[in-house]
C-alpha cells in the first residue's frame, strides 16, 4: 500500500482518529489488516474530524440502545446452529451473507435488510453482525422501532422521555453501525393519533438524511434494518422516501430468510 500524505487539517484528523479508533495512520501494515483500504480510510478520518461531539470511544456497544426486552444480544455468529432449521443448507446461507454483509461493512458503510417472518433468527444475526464489528472497534447501537414508538408516545406529557429521544437521535444519527430491529412493527399502532406518527416519522427522517451522503449518493453510515413486513407494506406505512433511504437498493444487501422456521414456537 502506498504511503498516505495528509493535510493539516487532515493530520489533526488523524491522530483523533487514533485515540478514537486505535489505527496508526502512519502504519501501511496496521491498515492493510483491518482491511481498510486508503479511500475508505480517508473517509473515516474525514467523518471522525466532523463529529464534534464525541459522545462515545471506538469499540463501543451504546449502553443506552433500546431493547426490545428478550433479546439476546451477545449473540455471536459462532452462536448459529443451522440444524436447529430443516432447511439445512438455507440456515447456512443466510448466516454466510449476514457475515460477508459485517465484513464489507467494515470495509465500507453499507445499508442492510434482513427481511422475514418473526422467529427465523433475523435479530440473532444482526446481533451477531454488531458483535463482530464492535470487536473491530466501530461504535454499534440496537434500537427496537417498537420501544422507539412507545417512546415517541410518552414524550409529549413527559419531559425526560423528550430528552432521551433527543440524546438517542444524536447517537443514532453518528454511531457507525446502528441496527433498526423490527422496522415496521410499530405499523400495528397506526390507530393511535396520528401526530404521534408524523413524529416517529420526521424523527426517523433526521437520522436516516444524516447517515446518507444525499448529493454524493453515499451511504455514510452503516445501518441495518430487519423486519417481517415487506418493502411494499413499509411504503404504505412510512413515506416511501423515508423507506428509500433507509433500505438497501442493492439485492447483495438484502438477506431473505423464507424457508426458514419460526423457532420461537
Ligand atoms: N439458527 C439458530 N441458531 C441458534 N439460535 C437460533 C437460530 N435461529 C433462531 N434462534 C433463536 O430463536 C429465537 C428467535 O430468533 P430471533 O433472532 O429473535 O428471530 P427474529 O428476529 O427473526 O424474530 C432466539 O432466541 C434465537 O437466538
Ligand atoms: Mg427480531
Redesign the pocket.
Known amino acids: 500500500m502506498a504511503g498516505i500524505t495528509f493535510s493539516t487539517a487532515q493530520r489533526d484528523a488523524a491522530k483523533h482518529l487514533k485515540e478514537f479508533y486505535g489505527i496508526d495512520v502512519n502504519d501501511p501494515e496496521q491498515l492493510a489488516k483491518m482491511e481498510i483500504n486508503v479511500r475508505n480510510y480517508r473517509k473515516r478520518v474525514e467523518r471522525s474530524f466532523n463529529k464534534q461531539n464525541v459522545l462515545y470511544k471506538a469499540g463501543t456497544y451504546i449502553n443506552s440502545s433500546l431493547f426490545n426486552g428478550?433479546?439476546?444480544i451477545d449473540?455471536l455468529f459462532t452462536?448459529?446452529?443451522?440444524d436447529?432449521?430443516k432447511n439445512v443448507v438455507k440456515?447456512k446461507e443466510v448466516?454466510n451473507r449476514c457475515f460477508l454483509l459485517a465484513k464489507k461493512m467494515f470495509a465500507e458503510p453499507q445499508k442492510a435488510l434482513?427481511s422475514?417472518?418473526?422467529?427465523?433468527?433475523?435479530?440473532?444475526?444482526?446481533?451477531a453482525m454488531l458483535n463482530a464489528l464492535c470487536k473491530k472497534n466501530l461504535t454499534v447501537m440496537t434500537v427496537s422501532t417498537l420501544e422507539l414508538a412507545r417512546l415517541m408516545q410518552k414524550r409529549i406529557e413527559n419531559k425526560d422521555v423528550q430528552d432521551k429521544l433527543d440524546y438517542l437521535q444524536n447517537l443514532m444519527e453518528t454511531v457507525d453501525v446502528l441496527l433498526l430491529?423490527?422496522f415496521g412493527t410499530e405499523g400495528s399502532m397506526k390507530n393511535e393519533s396520528k401526530s404521534v406518527r408524523q413524529d416517529l416519522q420526521e424523527y426517523l427522517f433526521r437520522i436516516a438524511n444524516s447517515r446518507i451522503d444525499l448529493n454524493r449518493n453515499e451511504v455514510v453510515n452503516s445501518t441495518i434494518i430487519?423486519t417481517?413486513c415487506s418493502t411494499k407494506d413499509l411504503e404504505t406505512m412510512y413515506n416511501p422516501k423515508l423507506i428509500s433511504r433507509l433500505l438497501p437498493h442493492s439485492s447483495d444487501n438484502i438477506v431473505d430468510?423464507t424457508g426458514?422456521e419460526?423457532?420461537?414456537v
Do not use: E, H, I, Y
Open positions: 428478550n433479546q439476546r449473540f452462536d448459529w446452529k443451522p436447529k432449521q440456515a448466516a434482513l422475514g417472518k418473526p422467529g427465523v433468527g433475523k435479530t440473532s444475526l444482526a446481533m430491529d423490527d430487519t417481517n430468510f426458514l419460526d423457532l420461537r
